[in-house]
């Protein structure tokens, strides 16, 4: 189906690719474009023909014809963090920069005016064949990922390619250069941020606003300034998950590229393999690398988090109990989050906080 009307593709990163694929056929696309040092837009760009499909920009007319798929796995992947909920999507919420699905285990939040480019997707794995969209932001990383699963309305996908497909191939020209960088930022504090969703009366959630508009790490210095923030250690993470698991509870996990938030339930088993943490349950799975992960916070209030940042204090993970959680799974979150104090908790100074948000 994607594999009509062959262009030139940058023919030596098509092969590396191969190459690396050969070794390590299971590695994620996010990791595929650190390794061969490149985007992942790049990657997809130079199989156009060959595996992938570009698609019409028009991303409410896309969004709003999502349900049609039925269940979809939902995936949002950076290097060292993978997030993938199965779900049934009903009508997003558009605003002109909003777009949201609220469904009753998963959550998507996005700002579409930070997307750059949609693609369809067939390819053939040692597993079977992998079809699906895929979403790039302005910044060449992977958006979020719409895949099909059993169950899901396989016809609906040549549909979107006879109605949505992008013919226009000059677009499809190698870029000499990466996307420009923009900004995350859109508001000046998390006061100012938090001020606007209230008068505004948005029905967006606030958690993935913050991410969006890279105040999630501000927020953090701002709790810690007021007793309610303390650093954990970076295996701290790992304790939690292994933990959670072990008495058999459903997490909230967040995780997100930019200004694409997904977030949902996560539940099922916990396994260590080399570097990487999983949890993997029916309809869900989580896979977070531990060289990723910077810094690891836990932040007290109504429902208490545990905030996971890279090395460069951007937003990689949250952990939390679920807002409808029973009483059982409420002490069980506790039990966990006290076991956690034997993970080498440190804190910073005052003169350090205040330092960091003076350079923030």
């Known amino acids: ?23 390590e056929p299971d590695l994620s696309l996010a990791e595929a474009a650190v390794r061969l040092e490149v985007t992942p837009l790049e990657l997809i760009e130079a199989r156009v023909h060959d595996g992938f499909a570009p698609l019409e920009r028009d991303w409410n007319s896309l969004a709003a014809n999502l349900c049609a798929f039925g269940r979809v796995s939902a995936r949002t992947e950076r290097p060292g963090c993978v997030l993938e909920l199965a779900e049934t999507f009903g009508a997003p919420r558009c605003r002109s920069d909003a777009l949201a699905f609220d469904g009753p285990q998963v959550a998507l939040h996005a700002d579409p005016r930070r997307w750059s480019s949609a693609y369809a997707f067939e390819l053939l794995t040692r597993r079977g064949p992998r079809r699906g969209l895929v979403f790039c932001d302005d910044q060449g990383e992977l958006a979020w990922t719409l895949e099909l699963v059993a169950g899901s309305n396989q016809r609906v996908l040549d549909a979107f390619l006879d109605v949505f497909a992008d013919r226009d191939e000059a677009r499809l020209a190698p870029r000499p250069t990466p996307p420009e960088l923009r900004p995350q930022r859109g508001c000046a504090t998390v006061e100012a941020l938090a001020a606007e969703w209230a008068a505004s009366g948005r029905c967006d959630a606030l958690e993935p606003l913050l991410w969006r508009h890279g105040l999630a790490y501000e927020r953090v210095l701002r709790q810690r300034a007021r007793g309610l923030a303390q650093r954990l250690s970076p ?23 930019g200004a694409t938030i997904l977030s949902g339930l996560v539940n099922g088993r916990f396994a260590r393999c080399g570097a990487w943490w999983n949890v993997v349950g029916p309809g869900s799975a989580l896979h977070l690398r531990e060289d990723a992960v910077g810094e690891v916070w836990r932040l007290h209030g ?22 409808e959680a029973r009483s059982s799974d409420s002490l069980g979150w506790t039990a966990v989050l006290l076991a956690l104090e034997s993970c080498g908790s440190t804190s910073l100074g005052a003169e350090r906080v205040d330092s960091l948000t003076a350079e923030r």
């Open 302 to 323: 109504q429902r208490t988090s545990l905030e996971v940042f890279d090395a460069e204090r951007r937003p990689l993970l949250s952990l939390r109990e679920p807002g």
């Open 235 to 257: 295996r701290a993470v790992g304790v939690a998950l292994e933990l959670a698991t072990q008495r058999q509870l459903a997490l909230r996990a967040q995780a997100g590229v």
């Open 1 to 23: 189906m994607l594999n009509a009307a062959p262009r030139t593709a940058p023919r030596a990163l098509r092969a590396r690719w191969a190459q690396l694929q050969v070794h």
